[in-house]
């Protein structure tokens, strides 16, 4: 019986000693190239494609089995076997006018796994119609492959390099001048993963910022952390940071499609206040305008500096494809989710880790203060913004149970403020008439509870995941 592959909120991601097999990976890229053929058909366009891997185990040999196949089904590849940033796959396609690009990734999740994002031909991730059809494709005709050297022989696969691009575009859309001139001192880590040395690299081409650039080396196992920009994964940076100068410190994940920072003396800076920081730096310093776009589990922040502002605001199901269809849908500014994945206006319906650390970098070079006085003033201004989160183990089994539970049963009081709106549309989240909230959502890829809650204070956010907790084990 085949195995059943199953695309979550982007891509599909299983354990390389279970489900991610060369045969799954096969199996799912003969699916995309059948897609992508009938889609060329339609548009009468003979299909190219990208295929990038990050920095994970056998992730440039899953590379070359996709590239095989998409050119089995002649669809003439770029094959990126150096490892690369998901965004600098994604500009590819944008760059290059492809029907769309694979980068085998995980992304975040632990070294044991790994995954196939699906980016499509407007170069941001595939939507659920696109991933359901691909889907309903799996099986439908054996895999064709070209062996690897035999199809680079024939220009059916040409191995490039897709990062010099991607830099020199981010090096274009910044004011790479402005911060040069702040003499800013940089940290970067890169957790082991795609993010490597780019931003250093950027920032190179023009003299004025000391960076360095920590854990840039590609490591399989990632240090023995998790390659997700959370404070836990972090304790090597802030110590670090402790003991050395500096204004501010970026951290990319392991696809380095996602953005987190520190401060100078080693506290982190949550993946919210950079939403928030970045969309007033849009606003006042880059006078843009346009709607936003947040995914649900976001911070009540944005919301605010919307109204200040006079922004439209569209909240979504967490998942930046979800941002990326508003983004090709109308005028949005700017699209953001919790776990730091950002996309912009003027650039692709993509996240970009890489972009979003260099426009942070613009920001305080705009603003000529140290970021935790910007900081104290956003909070002065919108209100203070406290977040707290906690992953759970919990059965997929229980999981649509508790959320009916949690719809039947809503809390009438989040710890002081009335409840005054339950929305479901993605897990369920309840919001006090405060502005505080406390969510539940599972994970896309495993037996995982999220437990989400945002406050005014860091107690009362932390004590409503305490009684999400509570509340969640009484199913």
Avoid at 89 to 113: D, E, Q, W
């Amino acid at each position: 019986m085949p195995t059943p592959i199953r695309f979550g909120t982007d891509g599909w991601r299983a354990l390389m000693s279970g489900e991610f097999t060369f045969e799954n990976v096969r199996r799912v890229t003969q699916a995309v190239a059948i897609y992508w053929r009938e889609a060329a058909a339609r548009k009468g366009i003979v299909p190219r494609a990208v295929v990038g891997c990050d920095t994970r185990r056998q992730s440039d040999q899953f590379a070359v089995a996709a590239s095989e196949v998409l050119a089995g089904n002649d669809i003439t590849t770029i094959c990126a076997l150096q490892p690369a940033p998901t965004p600098a796959v994604s500009y590819a396609v944008k760059a290059r006018g492809l029907i769309g690009g694979v980068m085998i990734t995980a992304s975040h999740n632990p070294p044991a796994f790994n995954g196939f994002k699906i980016k499509a031909d407007f170069a941001g991730s595939a939507d659920t119609a696109m991933t359901d059809e691909i889907e309903r494709l799996l099986d439908r005709e054996p895999p064709k492959t070209v062996p690897f050297e035999q199809a680079r022989g024939e220009g059916r696969i040409l191995v490039e390099d897709v990062r010099g691009p991607h830099r020199e575009a981010v090096g274009r859309f910044v004011d790479l001048e402005r911060i040069a001139g702040a003499k800013l001192n940089l940290v970067v880590d890169s957790m082991h993963g795609c993010g490597r040395r780019e931003i250093e690299k950027i920032l190179a081409t023009r003299r004025g910022t000391a960076v360095t650039t920590l854990r840039a080396e590609p490591d399989p196992l990632f240090g023995g952390v998790n390659p997700e920009p959370i404070v836990a994964n972090l304790s090597s940076l802030s110590d670090y940071l402790r003991g050395h100068r500096s204004d501010i410190a970026l951290v990319t994940d392991g696809d380095a499609d996602r953005i987190a920072a520190m401060d100078p003396q080693g506290e982190f800076i949550s993946t919210h206040y950079c939403f928030a920081m970045l969309l007033l730096h849009l606003i006042r310093h880059r006078k843009q305008s346009g709607c936003v776009v947040k995914a649900l589990n976001t911070t009540v922040m944005v919301d605010r500096i919307c109204a200040k502002y006079g922004l439209a605001l569209h909240e979504t199901p967490v998942g930046f494809k979800w941002a990326a269809q508003k983004m090709r849908e109308c005028d949005v500014l700017m699209g953001g989710e919790e776990s730091g994945g950002l996309g912009f206006k003027g650039w692709i319906p993509e996240r970009d880790g890489i972009l979003a650390g260099l426009l942070l970098l613009e920001f305080l070079a705009c603003e000529r203060k140290p970021v935790r006085q910007i900081m104290a003033e956003m909070d002065a201004e919108f209100g203070a913004s406290c977040y707290a989160r906690e992953d759970v183990r919990y059965p997929l089994e229980k999981r649509a149970p508790l959320m009916e539970w949690l719809r039947q049963h809503p809390a009438q009081d989040l710890l002081g403020s009335p409840l005054s709106e339950v929305r479901d549309f993605d897990g369920v989240k309840m919001i006090a008439r405060d502005g505080a909230w406390l969510m539940w959502r599972g994970s896309g890829t495993e037996p995982v509870l999220r437990v989400y809650a945002e406050a005014g204070e860091q107690s009362r956010a932390n004590a409503l995941v305490r009684l999400g907790r509570q509340l969640a084990s009484n199913v």
